[in-house]
């Protein structure tokens, strides 16, 4: 006996959270259904600009290049993109080698059309001309120059982590425009921090009383110093007990450099807010939090003032905004009412999550914490506006069905329980176009349209819920929440 066969089905990348895609390619790389006379291509000529095979194919090594069409213009595009990359590579490699500037520096001047980042990338995949005999040439890459200087490893962790509550992590595949922290100026006089502390944190705590053996102290490098400087710039209220830490550094001593650190700060401050302000009119996106100076209002290009948003707390704009009408400022619902996650709460009302800054009164933050909120039952007391974000969701199963596979419950639910959240790609309206035509030949479509510019496509990228099956009789509803700045689609039982 034999095993018969598994029906075919479309497989698809498996993801937990939506990750940003964006448009695809201008360029069409293939035919689809080449073999199929059914299918209509006049489609996707119509919604690609050309296909893969007309641009141009250029070998970097030797530059030689391909173009299957005469196109003059896209030639000259191709050649002045090498050149550029060829000036760029020997400008870097004076000004580090020559010059002994550092990478963090030279990208900081903007002065070149590519960051350093990317041109020591390229010279991985390619040879560069040599521009002087070998015996006069040095190598780009002195073995001191490898590694960072903390300020830039700060920096650059700093640029590519995700602070949304959502993510909370490095390099997110939803949020592909991180925002770094605005600079802040200290809100206590350093005499101040003391207060705040119970205890001193050992032997070598500020706290203590310094002794002759304390006043020698530890040699302090270049490397320690800026280290030190890094951290205070993002927090400049931090506690000497927890820089020491940071720093490998006494307590006491790293107090004392804390101290010399309390220079005139301000004015940079305000530059650095202002230079964040003019870049924001240049780069607007209504799906990022806005971040300017001055009011909340179209005089300084507010992104949520643009696109009709509430102001919430992932924003980085003024404190007179949190006190006025655009700040969302959350539910006050109190805890043992049981209300939220009913339509007496304003933020469920709204279609918003409860946010765990601004929900205090049904402490929404605490739901997290709890070791059994997996198990959270509606005779809890705690927030139940939250279960897309906390990631509350039911056990399901992918199994055969009348109409091909479909997703099952794994276990009971009541009406209204949140069952999983529909992820997939993030894609523009110019996207859900062209994949239209594939989709429609296939008869089967899983784009759900998230706002008005944004769908989600779990075409190729996706969880168990690409295969809930339509129904006249739905068993589910599916509601776009609002979930600390982003929206999300919650998958809720309808009986």
């Known amino acids: 006996k034999t095993l018969p066969p598994y029906p075919p089905y479309d497989s698809c990348i498996p993801i937990s959270r939506n990750i940003m895609r964006g448009d695809d390619p201008d360029y069409l790389p293939f035919i689809p259904f080449s073999d199929d006379p059914t299918y209509d291509y006049t489609y996707d000529n119509d919604h690609h600009k050309y296909f893969a095979w007309h641009k141009p194919d250029r070998d970097p090594d030797c530059a030689r290049y391909v173009l299957p069409l005469p196109d003059f213009q896209v030639l000259t595009l191709s050649l002045l993109t090498i050149l550029v990359e060829v000036i760029v590579f020997e400008t870097v490699r004076k000004l580090v080698v020559d010059r002994d500037l550092s990478y963090w520096e030279i990208d900081n001047t903007g002065l070149l059309p ?34 960072a200087r903390p300020k830039e490893t700060v920096k650059y962790f700093l640029d590519r982590f995700c602070n949304n509550l959502n993510c909370v992590t490095g390099f997110c595949t ?21 207060d705040s502390i119970d205890a001193p944190c050992g032997k070598h705590c500020f706290l203590q009383t310094s002794t002759l053996a304390d006043s020698i102290g530890t040699f302090w490098t270049a490397d320690d110093m800026e280290t030190l400087f890094a ?5 400049p209220d931090a506690l000497p007990c927890d820089l020491a830490i940071i720093c490998r550094k006494p307590c006491r001593e790293v107090r004392k450099g804390q101290i010399r650190n309390v220079r005139s700060n301000t004015s940079i401050i305000i530059a650095t807010i202002q230079e964040y302000a003019y870049n924001a009119l240049k780069s607007l996106d209504s799906r990022l939090p806005c971040k300017h100076a001055g009011p909340c209002d ?12 509430h102001c919430h707390t992932r924003c980085g704009c003024a404190k007179a905004c949190a006190s006025g009408v655009r700040r969302w400022k959350g539910c006050s619902c109190a805890k043992s009412a049981k209300v939220c996650g009913t339509k007496k709460c304003s933020c469920f009302r709204q279609f918003v999550e409860c946010d765990p800054e601004v929900c205090l009164q049904c402490e929404a933050k605490w739901s ?29 199963e992918v199994r055969e069905s009348r109409w091909g596979l479909g997703l099952f419950m794994a276990e009971s639910c009541e009406k209204g329980d949140l069952v999983t959240e529909y992820v997939g790609e993030l894609i523009y309206n110019p996207t859900v176009r062209s994949r239209d035509g594939i989709a429609t030949h296939k008869g089967r479509s899983y784009i759900f349209d998230l706002n008005r510019r944004i769908a989600v496509d779990s075409a190729y990228a996706g969880n168990g819920t690409r295969y809930i099956n339509h129904s006249s009789h739905p068993n589910c509803d599916t509601a776009v929440f609002l979930v600390n700045g982003e929206h999300r689609i919650g998958v809720y039982a309808g009986k």
Not at 231 to 235: R, S, T, W
Not at 298 to 309: E, G, I, P, Q, V
Not at 385 to 396: E, S
């Open 114 to 147: 590519m960051l350093t980042d990317r041109m020591l990338k390229l010279t991985r995949k390619r040879d560069f001309p040599k521009w002087r005999p070998d015996d006069q040439l040095k190598p780009l890459l002195p073995v001191a120059s490898n590694a």
């Open 298 to 309: 179209a005089t300084s290009a507010c992104a949520c003032f643009l696109t009709r948003a």
């Open 231 to 235: 951290a205070l710039d993002i927090a």
């Open 368 to 396: 997290e914490l709890t070791p059994d909120f997996v198990s959270l039952d509606m005779h809890s007391n705690l927030c139940r506006n939250v279960g897309i974000q906390r990631g509350r969701f039911k056990d399901t």
């Open 174 to 194: 939803t949020h592909l425009k991180t925002q770094s922290p605005n600079p802040v100026a200290p809100k206590l006089p350093y005499y101040k921090l003391s």
